[in-house]
T-cell receptor, first 115, second 112 residues
Framework: ETGVTQSPTHLIKTRGQQVTLRCSSQ?????VSWYQQALGQGPQFIFQ???????GRGNFPPRFSGLQFPNYSSELNVNALELDDSALYLC??????????????FGPGTRLTVT | DQQVKQNSPSLSVQEGRISILNCDYT??????FLWYKKYPAEGPTFLIS?????DKNEDGRFTVFLNKSAKHLSLHIVPSQPGDSAVYFC???????????FGAGTRLTVKP
């Protein structure tokens, strides 16, 4: 059974640019959640996708957007990057039924640095 | 808004002794509470959870206690082992568990 994988591992971007981060869910999981973890803080919920539809969103601006594909892999897109977007971005997958989400399994994260 | 708080950034205990990690929350609508463990360069790993209808859940060396009136939960590790050294995150969510809120984490160091 393959766990949650994320790519790339590290990324450096310039302020104002756009970035796409990718996540492959654990086999059999139909739900993906994305989190932003700033240095010294806990993960902050960005949004969640269940069967290709958004199933909840945290307090992040619209320039943070996402997609979930039919194979349940997912992308996180961030437009107009700001310095404060520098963080570890975590993806978590889970198996949900009727939109109720059970234990989430995290990938290793993508470290984004905005200069 | 910091709805989940872990007020101790770090904790150090001796191998074999009990480790107690604490967590407070402010949102009475939280229905489900979880503890995650995180090693460097890895994502958080699920450890143990508890539903709001219970006050205790035990899994081997790990026990989580929930005090709803005080909006407080704690994780007990007995006996503590050096391999338990990691950052521990407390998390809470509503009934559908689709908006999980994390605390800032407590770094546990277990000394041999």
């Amino acid at each position: 059974e393959t766990g949650v994988t994320q790519s790339p591992t590290h990324l450096i971007k310039t302020r104002g640019q756009q970035v796409t981060l990718r996540c492959s869910s654990q086999s059999g999981h139909n739900t993906v959640s994305w989190y932003q973890q700033a240095l010294g803080q806990g993960p902050q919920f960005i949004f969640q996708y269940y069967r290709e539809e958004e199933n909840g969103r945290g307090n992040f601006p619209p320039r943070f957007s996402g997609l979930q594909f039919p194979n349940y892999s997912s992308e996180l897109n961030v437009n107009a990057l700001e310095l404060d977007d520098s963080a570890l971005y975590l993806c978590a997958s889970s198996l949900s039924a009727d939109r109720v989400v059970y234990e989430q399994y995290f990938g290793p994260g993508t470290r984004l640095t905005v200069t | 808004d910091q709805q989940v708080k872990q007020n101790s950034p770090s904790l150090s205990v001796q191998e074999g002794r009990i480790s107690i990690l604490n967590c407070d929350y402010t949102n009475s609508m939280f229905d489900y509470f979880l503890w995650y463990k995180k090693y460097p360069a890895e994502g958080p790993t699920f450890l143990i959870s508890i539903s709001s209808i219970k006050d205790k859940n035990e899994d081997g060396r790990f026990t989580v206690f929930l005090n709803k009136s005080a909006k407080h939960l704690s994780l007990h590790i007995v006996p503590s082992q050096p391999g338990d050294s990691a950052v521990y995150f407390c998390a809470a969510s509503g009934v559908n568990n689709n908006d999980m809120r994390f605390g800032a984490g407590t770094r546990l160091t277990v000394k041999p």
